[in-house]
């Protein structure tokens, strides 16, 4: 052990004769230890969040989706199956068929999307979990849909309303006269079950089956608008993406989940580095009283800081006393911080202490890249806050 680090621990551990320096030594502890422990805690607390707002998408959107780059349908060929079904890391894939759509019930109107799926869709979104009422599509029966929770408020239409369907319509393509009497096309269903999901999903999609909507907008057996794929490992979508891009040509747009939700997954990263900065601003605050802390300390030993240079020590090793002792207690302040916070984390895991409504618990998520962030944060800067207060000590001052 060297002696300044030696001096220094001898300095943070044992009470001085001034009672000041005690109790500015105790805040500047308490500070680290609740800046440490609230940037922990935001950390931990956007992760839930992310985590959380991903899995959303998991309901809503597909691993990769295909889409024509010029108009909205496209045919979908025997080459064009076969080489989908020819990628390992393909899961399973879905023809589907979107279009807007007039939706009309018991006199109410909506404007929605009609998403007519294959058979085989859960298997690409985990749309059939977030279900809050009655089943998925039932190939048992004909016309059947499903609705999001927003459509079903807007209508007041619940599931198994075989009173009055629902109508779906959409406006005749074609040129020229178009009769007023008759100007939609139309298609009615059944209700079976209600989807939820965030504001602008569920008030999105009416789901039936694929024929239903090809009869609807009069689509040929093998016209569709994308196919959507569910790959086995989420990190392999960029690799099909990259391999259908290069079999495909540059007629289809392929992307994945993230380029289909660019915007949301930019303000989650950007929320997430903002607050990062902002409380990290506050771990600078709280480190100002580390740096008064380590100054009234060098006052207060100015005469004993005297003894140690007369005995052979440099002003230099005299710095490095007071950089262990700032280094030590941001550290330790720093470890009681981190511990409070992923207890913390535990807690409200278990326990769900804080709810953002009735039903549902802030979600929180212990990730040790956040263990290792605050670590690296309070570190590097309570050797920087140690390190400026040091510099007060010189030849100078030691021998005034």
């Not at 690296?376 to 400026?388: V, Y």
Request: with cysteine; charged share 20%.
């Amino acid at each position: 052990m060297s002696f300044p680090f030696y001096i220094a621990k001898r300095y943070l551990f044992t009470k001085t004769s001034n009672n000041a320096v005690n109790i500015i030594t105790m805040i500047a502890s308490f500070g680290v230890i609740v800046s440490s422990l609230a940037l922990f805690i935001i950390l931990s607390g956007f992760s839930g969040l992310r985590t959380f707002s991903y899995s959303l998408l998991e309901v809503s959107d597909p691993d990769v989706k295909i889409t024509a780059v010029k108009g909205k349908s496209f045919l979908v060929t025997d080459s064009i199956q076969q080489l989908i079904l020819s990628l390992p890391e393909i899961k399973a894939a879905s023809h589907v068929i979107e279009e807007r759509v007039f939706l009309e019930y018991n006199s109410k109107n909506e404007i929605s999307y009609i998403k007519g799926v294959q058979n085989n869709y859960p298997l690409i979104t985990a749309i059939d979990s977030s279900l809050e009422q009655g089943s998925w599509l039932q190939t048992d029966f004909k016309n059947t849909a499903v609705i999001g929770g927003q459509i079903s408020n807007k209508l007041s239409l619940g599931t198994l309303n075989f009173g009055t369907p629902l109508k779906i319509m959409v406006p005749k393509a074609g040129k020229g006269f178009i009769n007023p009497r008759n100007p939609f096309r139309k298609i009615e269903v059944q209700i079976v079950g209600v989807y939820s999901g965030t504001e602008e999903f569920a008030s999105k999609f009416v789901f039936t089956e694929i024929q239903d909507a090809r009869k609807l907008l009069d689509y040929k057996e093998n016209e569709v608008t994308g196919i959507e794929i569910s790959v086995h490992n989420y990190l392999e979508a960029p690799t099909v993406v990259n391999k259908l891009t290069e079999k495909l040509g540059i007629n289809f747009k392929i992307q994945t989940k993230e380029q289909l939700n660019e915007v949301f997954y930019k303000v989650i990263n950007t929320e997430n580095v903002v607050s990062y900065l902002i409380f990290t601003l506050i771990v600078i605050i709280a480190l100002f009283n580390v740096i008064g802390a380590i100054i009234m300390m060098i006052i207060d030993k100015k005469d004993n800081l005297k003894t140690l240079y007369n005995l052979g020590l440099t002003v230099t090793e005299l710095k490095k006393i007071f950089v262990f002792q700032g280094f030590l207690l941001t550290f330790f302040g720093m470890c009681v911080g981190v511990f409070l916070g992923v207890l913390l984390v535990f807690l409200q895991q278990q326990f769900a202490f804080f709810m953002i409504v009735p039903e549902l618990a802030y979600p929180v998520e212990f990730r040790f890249i956040n263990f290792v962030v605050v670590i690296f944060t309070l570190t590097i800067l309570g050797f920087i806050a140690a390190k400026i207060a040091s510099s007060r000590i010189t030849k100078e001052f030691i021998e005034k």
